[in-house]
T-cell receptor, first 114, second 115 residues
Framework: AQKITQTQPGMFVQEKEAVTLDCTYDTSDPSYGLFWYKQPSSGEMIFLIYQGSYDQQNATEGRYSLNFQKARKSANLVISASQLGDSAMYFCAMRGTGRRALTFGSGTRLQVQP | DGGITQSPKYLFRKEGQNVTLSCEQNLNHDAMYWYRQDPGQGLRLIYYSQIVNDFQKGDIAEGYSVSREKKESFPLTVTSAQKNPTAFYLC??????????????FGPGTRLTVT
């Protein structure tokens, strides 16, 4: 079974500052993928970034980077230079080798303050 | 434009009625998924389909049914057996493959309210 844990129900950050959203995972699959999605108040799910379990380098996509620490089973999302439009729910998710569907965490609500 | 459409955006039903939520994709993806989201919570998998005419139960399939007669369509029926059907329902699709970077694309969701 796969499990994703996001321990921060809510986070505040000042505009233009960086913020780290925590994610830990548990799986027995030898190969897996980790994803981060953003959900604005409209409800749509927006894909942000992906990290494969065998990727040697941490993934980056623009202002988003994923701090992947395999031994600690953590996949934290770092958002640099926060913008007001970053205010949303953020979900960490994973996919293993057995089931192709994603397993999601409970999410972190990020609020960016001017 | 390629994407996933779900209709309607808001749906209201009386208790005891079955209701079908539509999901259509033109991304030529093999796999499609249905998730349920309750307020303040993450997404939970209801059903998924990796290929036409085949589908698998997810973690919370009781009270739901699906069909996959066409590659682009994956409708979800919420039956009267579902004890607490009021929720936000999201449909997604992806290429079918290993755990690699085949991210799931999501539709805009249907908010179902049953009274």
């Amino acid at each position: 079974a796969q499990k994703i844990t996001q321990t921060q129900p809510g986070m505040f950050v000042q505009e233009k500052e960086a913020v780290t959203l925590d994610c830990t995972y548990d799986t027995s699959d030898p190969s897996y993928g980790l994803f981060w999605y953003k959900q604005p108040s409209s409800g749509e799910m927006i894909f942000l970034i992906y990290q494969g379990s065998y990727d040697q380098q941490n993934a980056t996509e623009g202002r988003y980077s994923l701090n992947f620490q395999k031994a600690r089973k953590s996949a934290n999302l770092v958002i640099s230079a926060s913008q007001l439009g970053d205010s949303a729910m953020y979900f960490c998710a994973m996919r293993g080798t057995g089931r192709r569907a994603l397993t999601f965490g409970s999410g972190t609500r990020l609020q960016v303050q001017p | 434009d390629g994407g996933i459409t779900q209709s309607p955006k808001y749906l209201f039903r009386k208790e005891g009625q079955n209701v079908t939520l539509s999901c259509e994709q033109n991304l030529n993806h093999d796999a499609m998924y249905w998730y349920r989201q309750d307020p303040g919570q993450g997404l939970r998998l209801i059903y998924y389909s990796q290929i036409v005419n085949d589908f698998q139960k997810g973690d919370i399939a009781e009270g739901y049914s699906v069909s996959r007669e066409k590659k682009e369509s994956f409708p979800l029926t919420v039956t009267s057996a579902q004890k607490n059907p009021t929720a936000f329902y999201l449909c997604a699709s992806s290429q079918y493959g290993g755990p690699g970077s085949y991210e799931q694309y999501f539709g805009p969701g249907t908010r179902l309210t049953v009274t």
